[in-house]
């Protein structure tokens, strides 16, 4: 995971996504912090929708 490592550090707020949790939890755990991993299937329009509503959670801070 080259990009996400490398944004991380400098501040960057990650969102990685993948279809098995237990690679995406090992993914966090290796990057550290300023990261969230959201497990979805881009073929699946009810997950890929599931990720933008987390995104935008995060974006505004919760506020809607």
Not at 19 to 36: F, H, P, S, Y
Not at 38 to 59: G, K
């Amino acid at each position: 995971m080259p990009l996400p490592s490398a944004l991380s550090p400098l501040c960057a707020y990650v969102f990685i996504t993948g279809r098995r949790q237990t690679e995406l939890d090992a993914a966090v755990k290796a990057i550290g912090k300023n990261i969230t991993g959201v497990q979805s299937d881009a073929s699946n329009l009810a997950d890929l929708s599931r990720l933008f509503a987390t995104e935008t959670l995060y974006i505004t801070g919760g506020l809607r």
